[in-house]
């Protein structure tokens, strides 16, 4: 028998112009889940895509069990035994669960292959199951939360027999009760024999769960090791290819006098009497566990949504309530949670994405004037180290990390006072992830005020000057940040008395 369920050889993958993978390793033990990582751009993607049978090796072989291989499609990637659960999940949200698990695959009887809804059912609700899921195979998919739907794609693999399972970015966006949930789910699927490649950026992730870890760079195979023998250096080192000296490169900028008040906001079911000041020049953390109120309370503050009580000043002068354009033209800036959904037009190009919020600012007589408009967006992309080939290439083709950076820019693009950037390095590596942070630490020494919403506590502590902590839609602490830890944090985070902020 072979000793790897999986193992990939001198990988070379090219496209026009471009070697996207050269000479990549990777090997996969039975029951083993290991970890891929590295910057966005190096890569993995691209692997994951030949071992799926999206994309066919220009170089390399394949090996299944031992014998060498060819997977020309995705069908033949799922007939020996091969499945994807993506991070950004693509269900039909109309239909049954059942009917998303067995979709291509459904259930039949009789001779005039009509579907066999309670075989479908059942065997549905039997895989549940196996997964501890707290719903039923009728069930419409499109109630059911992401790592619900996440569930849903283990099932749809184990439906079809999968032996090897991979999970790309399964936790960026889940809480951390519902990453527990997913670390049980894979060990269980371990003990059963079946193995799992994990995507991740998260060092987190890969602690927890991975018994061993590949990290791949600029489309090369770095180096694989056992999980227990490599700490946050060592990987950092690796991915970026550099020394990261610090982490959280925080400057010290001493914050100058008040430029945005929140009085007494309150919304009806989602936060009640938020109170705080931000003042020029000051990073200002905003954090708690799920459902705290922290992204609700954002939105309304910048006019995505309203508010029932309360007031928002910036510079003294009182915002209109839920009006998004008001909130621009005033000066202050909006980096949404869901960048997909949100903060970009995907199929548009980098440079229209980035003068989407100041479109007069190009305007000569009704009409826009490209050039300026493309200037402007390559000053911006060069300042922020966007990693494109033109200021004309779709936003849906970037990285994580640089869509971030083209959202940043929108916002730059503008003339902005305040800025609130929700969970501004979720999804993203650590090289982009050190990008953002320096580029916080620049709009800080320029004078800008920065709400900096984040559920990471080491980021909250590395780059805040003060931290308001949320629990159930109130403020139970305002705390400067220097002194304070994350148990404190954490404390306050599940405690019911309000302190003033």
């Known amino acids: 028998m072979a000793e790897y369920i999986l193992q990939l050889k001198s990988i070379n993958k090219y496209f026009p112009g471009v070697k996207v993978l050269e000479d990549v390793h990777f090997d996969l033990l039975p029951g083993e889940i290991h970890a891929l990582m590295g910057e966005n751009g190096a890569g993995k993607s691209t692997l994951i895509k030949v071992v799926s049978g999206v994309y066919q090796p ?12 060819v997977i020309r499609s995705p069908l033949d990637a799922q007939a020996l035994g091969i499945a994807a659960v993506h991070q950004h999940v693509t269900s039909f949200p109309d239909l049954s669960v059942a009917e998303n698990i067995f979709m291509g695959h459904e259930k039949t009887r009789s001779a005039f292959r009509v579907i066999d809804w309670g075989t479908m059912n059942r065997m549905a609700n039997e895989l549940l199951e196996q997964l501890d ?3 039923d195979s009728r069930t419409q998919m499109g109630t059911l939360s992401v790592a619900q739907q996440q569930i849903v794609e283990i099932a749809k693999a184990l439906s079809v027999s999968a032996r090897i399972i991979i999970m790309d970015e399964p936790t960026a966006a889940l809480s951390n009760r519902e990453s527990e949930d997913l670390y049980r789910i894979m060990r269980g699927l371990k003990e059963r024999g079946v193995s799992i490649i994990f995507i991740s950026h998260r060092f987190e992730d890969m602690y927890t769960i991975a018994d061993r870890v590949t990290v791949m760079r600029d489309g090369k195979y770095i180096n694989t090791w056992k999980v227990s023998d490599v700490d946050d250096h060592t990987m950092a080192v690796a991915m970026v290819g550099r020394e990261i000296v610090q982490f959280f490169p925080k400057r010290e900028v001493k914050p100058a006098e008040e430029i945005f008040r929140v009085e007494g906001l309150s919304r009806t079911g989602f936060f009640k009497d938020i109170s705080f000041t931000l003042r020029r020049g000051e990073v200002l953390a905003l954090t708690g566990l799920v459902g705290s109120g922290r992204t ?3 939105e309304a503050i910048f006019g995505v949504t309203g508010y029932d009580e309360g007031s928002v000043a910036l510079e003294g002068k009182p915002l209109r309530r839920g009006n998004p ?3 621009l033209k005033a000066g202050i800036g909006y980096l949404p949670e869901d960048r997909h959904k949100q903060g970009l037009v995907l199929p548009w190009e980098i440079a229209k994405n980035i003068s989407l919020t100041a479109l007069d600012k190009f305007a000569v007589r009704g009409w826009l004037d490209f050039k300026k408009e493309n200037e402007e967006a390559k000053k911006l992309g060069e300042k922020l180290g966007v990693k494109a080939m033109s200021v004309h290439d779709r936003v849906f083709t970037l990285s994580g990390g640089n869509q971030q950076k083209v ?5 730059l693009n503008s003339d902005m006072k305040v800025i609130i950037m929700d969970e501004p390095t979720k999804g993203v590596d650590v090289g982009a992830k050190t990008s953002i942070y320096e580029i916080m630490n620049e709009l ?3 004078g800008y005020g920065i709400i900096m919403v984040s559920s990471e506590m080491p980021e909250v502590l590395g780059m805040s000057d003060r931290v308001v902590v949320m629990k159930e839609g109130r403020v139970t602490a305002s705390l400067e940040t220097k002194g304070v830890d994350q148990e404190t944090i954490l404390r306050y985070a599940m405690q019911d008395t309000a302190q003033p902020a």
């Open 58 to 69: 220009d170089r390399g072989d394949v090996y299944i069990n031992g014998e060498k291989i």
């Open 133 to 135: 899921a707290k719903f």
């Open 296 to 298: 609700e309370l954002c």
């Open 325 to 327: 354009a008001a909130s």
């Open 407 to 411: 959202i940043v820019a929108k916002l």
């Open 444 to 446: 800080a020494a320029a």
